[in-house]
C-alpha cells in the first residue's frame, strides 16, 4: 500500500491533543507491536547530520520498581528532604502509568552540528512518541522533574557526561474526560513580518 501523508485526522490530532496526568494513566498500557510503533516514530524525526543523537529507554513492570528505588535512595542522598511526603512519593514516580519511556538527549561530535539543534531532535523523537501513542489510542505525559537532574539517578541509568534526560514519557490509558486547559493567544505567539 502505498503512502499517502496527506491526513486531516492528524492535523486534527495535532490541533486537539492534550497530555493526560502521569498519575491518572492506567492499564492497559501499548502491546509490544505498539510500543516498536511508538518508538519507531520517535526516530522518525528531523536529525541534522544523521547523528541520531538520542537513545530510548523503556522502562515496565520490575524496572520501574528498581527504578523507584533509585530515585527514592537519591532523593535522600541529594537532598535534606528525606522522610518527607515529597521523599515517600519520589519511590512511585517511574510506576505510575503502565509504560516509561525515557528519552536521554545524546549529542554526537562525529560532525560538527550544534548541540543545541540535537538536543531539540530529543525535544522532537519525545513528541513523535507522544503523537504516535495518542494516534495509537493511549495518553501520555511528559515530565522531568527532579529525576531528571540528578546525578544519582543519572549513573543508576549510566549516563554519559553530556547525556540529558530529555523526558520521562509516561503513557498508559485514561478513562476520564480530559479539560481543555488554557492556549496562548495566537497574536501573542505569532509574527508576520
Ligand atoms: C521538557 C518538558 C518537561 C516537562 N516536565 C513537566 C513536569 O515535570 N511536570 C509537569 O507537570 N509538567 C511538565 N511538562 C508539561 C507537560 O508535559 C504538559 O505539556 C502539560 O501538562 C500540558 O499539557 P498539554 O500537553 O495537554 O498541553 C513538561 C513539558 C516539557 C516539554
Redesign the pocket.
Known amino acids: 500500500m502505498s503512502f499517502n501523508p496527506k491526513s486531516p485526522g492528524t492535523v486534527d490530532l495535532l490541533l486537539r491533543?492534550?497530555?493526560a496526568?502521569a498519575r491518572r494513566l492506567c492499564e492497559p498500557g501499548p502491546s509490544e507491536q505498539e510500543l516498536t510503533q511508538i518508538l519507531q516514530a520517535g526516530m522518525r524525526v528531523p536529525d541534522h547530520g544523521k547523528l541520531t543523537p538520542w537513545q530510548f529507554l523503556v522502562v515496565r513492570g520490575e524496572a520501574q520498581t528498581k527504578l523507584g528505588q533509585v530515585i527514592y535512595d537519591a532523593y535522600a542522598e541529594e537532598t535534606d528532604d528525606a522522610g518527607s511526603e515529597k521523599h515517600q512519593s519520589w519511590r512511585a514516580y517511574p510506576a505510575q502509568a503502565p509504560l516509561l519511556i525515557i528519552t536521554i538527549s545524546r549529542p554526537s561530535e562525529a560532525r560538527p552540528i550544534p548541540k543545541w539543534e540535537q538536543r531539540l531532535s530529543a525535544?522532537a523523537a519525545?513528541q513523535n512518541m507522544i503523537l504516535a501513542a495518542t494516534a495509537i489510542g493511549y495518553l501520555a505525559?511528559?515530565?522531568?522533574?527532579w529525576p531528571a537532574y540528578s546525578p544519582g539517578v543519572r549513573a543508576a541509568l549510566e549516563l554519559e557526561a553530556d547525556d540529558r534526560i530529555?523526558?520521562f514519557l509516561f503513557i498508559g490509558s485514561y478513562k476520564e474526560k480530559l479539560k481543555e486547559?488554557p492556549r496562548p493567544d495566537f497574536d501573542d505567539v505569532v509574527k508576520f513580518l
Open positions: 491533543r492534550r497530555s496526568k525535544g519525545c505525559n511528559w515530565l522531568t522533574g530529555a523526558g486547559r
